[in-house]
């Protein structure tokens, strides 16, 4: 069940993403989403270490599982919550503050009980903190690759 509920998730926000959001803000968005999974990849590659969470099936689950998270509801959602947030910071940091406590507490559990995962060496509340600096972090690194160039820079026109 766990892996049709991936599969599916997956295929519907995408298409949902690629049916309804503006191209413009794909591209605009699209680093700090790029950004923030990096983020995720590198945590469950350092997870084998410390045993945060564990995977049924071994590596190849425990891959695709994780693949099918970052790449799949995390990146559309964050390309979303951007799109309709980003320079309202209260907005954003309301937005994401709802979405992580129901990412955290009912949806970890829901999605524990259904196979997805099963939280080890983290807890409810550490995921919850966990998904709230990396919004901030995310919503800091938007607003630093955004900043207007010096204006030496902006000045100098090319000879193309």
């Not at 998730?9 to 949902?16: D, G, H, K, P």
Request: aromatic share 20%.
């Amino acid at each position: 069940m766990a892996t049709f509920f991936r599969i599916v998730n997956a295929i519907v926000l995408w298409a949902i993403v690629l049916s309804f959001l503006p191209k413009l803000s794909f591209k605009k968005y699209l680093p700090v989403t790029l950004f923030c999974s990096c983020i995720f990849l590198i945590q469950s590659l350092l997870n084998p270490i410390f045993k945060w969470w564990d995977v049924k099936g071994g590596l190849k689950y425990r891959v695709f599982d994780d693949l099918a998270f970052i790449f799949g509801p995390f990146f559309t959602i964050n390309l979303w919550v951007f799109h309709f947030t980003y320079g309202k910071f209260s907005l954003y940091a309301l937005c994401n503050l709802i979405m992580d406590l129901l990412y955290a507490y009912p949806l970890n559990a829901l999605f524990q009980k259904i196979g997805h995962y099963k939280l080890k060496r983290m807890t409810s509340t550490a995921l919850f903190i966990k998904t709230c600096s990396l919004a901030l972090l995310n919503y800091g690194f938007q607003k630093f690759i955004e900043k207007p160039s010096s204006p030496e820079l902006s000045n100098h026109k090319s000879s193309d």
